[in-house]
């Protein structure tokens, strides 16, 4: 009977090879929502040793047309615990902590981010986006934030040099929206899928994380758009 990973393992730049980095990885989720959901599925199917889940919040009705980890029965449960015990169902064989917090300048919080091989910023609050990426430029962690308004799926590569505060100029563009932006469910769920793939690409093959390389793709028009961000 073929391994679990059998047909992964086929790929080219994957092989042996890249499931043992998979499963020596670290990989820290800021976030366990609707862009988390397919990103987390996916990270944990393919092997990733470890993963570690910061979400504050609880399930509430309105989050299940996107947030597909969850059910029902889930509603009113802290999210990064139940994402936990779901998708122990997935693959037990990973280990998955999960804290029922939000991510930032804590104890707890560092502790996970210098331990992490990758951080995936899958949150929902531009305040949290910037707090993420200072830290993670502070302990020269590559991250992967990923990102869905309306019909568009975006995904930011940021490592070396190149973080938030080196993208972001203009003080308005840090100004929080005052209400919840409107979200087409595969939207979220395509930012999830790109972060997870490119972040389980680029551990299995040992490669360098592409700083400032910006990517979204629109729902409506159907075109894929792509940039360099940065320096």
Do not use: W
């Not at 944990?44 to 993963?51: D, F, N, P």
């Not at 200072?134 to 990102?147: G, H, Q, S, W």
């Not at 999830?192 to 793939?197: F, I, K, P, T």
Request: charged share 25%; net charge positive; aromatic share 8%.
């Amino acid at each position: 009977m073929p391994s679990r990973y059998a047909r992964q393992i086929e790929l080219e730049k994957f092989g042996k090879i890249g499931q043992k980095r998979l499963k020596n990885a670290h990989i820290l989720l800021v976030g366990a929502g609707g862009v988390a959901s397919s990103a987390l599925e996916l990270l944990i199917a393919a092997g990733v040793g470890k993963i570690s889940i910061f979400d504050a919040d609880k399930v509430s009705l309105g989050n299940l047309h996107r947030q597909t980890i969850f059910r029902e029965r889930d509603i009113g449960k802290p999210k990064s615990k139940t994402a936990r015990a779901n998708l122990k169902n997935l693959n037990s064989k990973v280990e998955i902590e999960a804290y029922e917090q939000y991510f930032g300048r804590d104890k707890t919080s560092l502790k996970v981010l210098k331990q992490a091989s990758v951080c995936i910023d899958a949150s929902d609050s531009f305040k949290s986006r910037l707090t993420v990426s200072d830290l993670c430029k502070n302990f020269r962690i590559p991250e992967v934030l990923a990102a869905a308004q309306a019909y568009v799926s975006q995904v930011t590569i940021l490592a070396g040099s190149t973080y938030l505060d080196s993208i972001i100029k203009d003080d308005s563009a840090r100004i929080e929206a005052a209400r919840k932006l409107p979200v087409f469910p595969p939207g979220a769920h395509l930012s999830g899928v790109m972060a997870a793939g490119y972040a389980l690409k680029k551990i299995a093959a040992a490669e360098c994380f592409d700083a400032g390389l910006f990517m979204s793709f629109d729902f409506e028009s159907l075109k894929f758009f792509e940039l360099k961000l940065g320096k």
